[in-house]
T-cell receptor, first 113, second 110 residues
């Protein structure tokens, strides 16, 4: 098992550009989530999904879109990048729909100029 | 929504001593409390978790305690080793969402 795979590992964007951060898991986990990690602020939930076809907002959803067309994939889209979205982004997955331990990907370090 | 606060933000201990990190939460509906360890530049990794129907859980040198009445939970690491140096995050879960504390940087001095 590869676990949770995130691509790319690093990305530099210009303000106003759009891009998609990819996340895939091969553990048949129902729950998937996206976080951003900023210095001194821990991890903040952007969006999450409890299963294919179901997504919902977390704490900081503005400026981001998600979709869940398959169990395996949960891409995060930045619609129009802003410098405030410079951060490290982590994708995570867990079994079932209730509270379970999350498995994190290696993260994507995103810089927006 | 839930608010999870974590203290201290930094903690320095001598090798062999114990370390305690504390978290409080605001929403009594929260029912699952994991702890993650994150080494520099790496992914967070689960080290221990506790559910709301349990007061204490131990795994070798690591233990977590939960006080539902006071809405706080704590991570205890005994006999600390240099490889315990990392950032530790607590989290609370309710209604499909995880809420993380701001992290504690633990430094274990040899």
């Amino acid at each position: 098992n590869a676990g949770v795979t995130q691509t790319p590992k690093f990305q530099v964007l210009k303000t106003g550009q759009s891009m998609t951060l990819q996340c895939a898991q091969d553990m048949n986990h129902e729950y998937m989530s996206w976080y951003r990690q900023d210095p001194g602020m821990g991890l903040r939930l952007i969006h999450y999904s409890v299963g294919a076809g179901i997504t919902d907002q977390g704490e900081v959803p503005n400026g981001y879109n998600v979709s869940r067309s398959t169990t395996e994939d949960f891409p995060l889209r930045l619609l129009s990048a802003a410098p405030s979205q410079t951060s490290v982004y982590f994708c995570a997955s867990s079994q079932g729909q209730g509270p379970q331990p999350q498995h994190f990907g290696d993260g994507t370090r995103l810089s927006i100029l | 929504g839930e608010n999870v606060e974590q203290h201290p933000s930094t903690l320095s201990v001598q090798e062999g001593d114990s370390a305690v990190i504390k978290c409080t939460y605001s929403d009594s509906a929260s029912n699952y409390f994991p702890w993650y360890k994150q080494e520099l530049g790496k992914r967070p990794q689960l080290i221990i978790d506790i559910r709301s129907n349990v007061g204490e859980k131990k795994d070798q040198r690591i233990a977590v305690t939960l006080n539902k009445t006071a809405k706080h939970f704590s991570l205890h690491i005994t006999e600390t080793q240099p490889e315990d140096s990392a950032v530790y995050f607590c989290a609370g879960y309710n209604f499909n969402k995880f809420y993380f504390g701001s992290g504690t940087k633990l430094n274990v001095k040899p």
